[in-house]
């Protein structure tokens, strides 16, 4: 297993992973285009996958402009074994080494994202979006929980 920044070359694997899923799919995989997952990774933030046996099956990618999660999707058979937690923390470390802006994300309600979010030590500050439950990392509160 390796994580590594993502390149444009992996975005038809980021997309397989999206599109893999089982919670917080989505109504329509033509939404999120390839055009807009190189301009997430490139201009306005960047991106990180985990590889394993040349196959992306994680990445996450994060919004310097809206100061947003963008993305965080592990596929289902590699789920609980620490990979989405690597690439949140390698994700979080970047982003506030480039800003000191607190960072959102929405989530659906009930899901396992939920629960690591929050004990990842996100604040729930209101909706987003379709019911989706909108959390917020501070820089504070990530140094803090990065030293204890």
């Known amino acids: 297993m390796k994580i590594r920044e993502a390149e444009i070359t992996d975005i038809e694997q980021i997309q397989a992973v999206r599109n893999a899923v089982k919670e917080n799919t989505l109504s329509d995989p033509a ?6 997952c190189e301009d997430y990774m490139t201009n306005r933030g960047k991106g990180w996958v985990c590889v394993v046996d040349d196959r992306v099956v994680g990445f996450s990618i994060v919004d310097l402009q809206d100061n947003n999660i963008w993305a965080l999707f592990v596929r289902p058979e590699f789920e ?14 970047w982003y506030f080494e480039q800003t000191q802006a607190p960072v959102w994300l929405g989530t659906a309600p009930g899901t396992r994202a939920e629960v690591f979010y929050r004990k990842s030590g996100w604040t729930e500050i209101g909706t987003h979006g379709k019911g989706e439950i909108k959390f917020e990392m501070t820089e504070t509160v990530w140094k803090n929980r990065n030293t204890t």
């Open 31 to 36: 939404l999120v285009t390839d055009q807009d």
């Open 80 to 93: 609980q074994q620490g990979i989405g937690r690597q690439l949140h923390d390698i994700m979080l470390d």
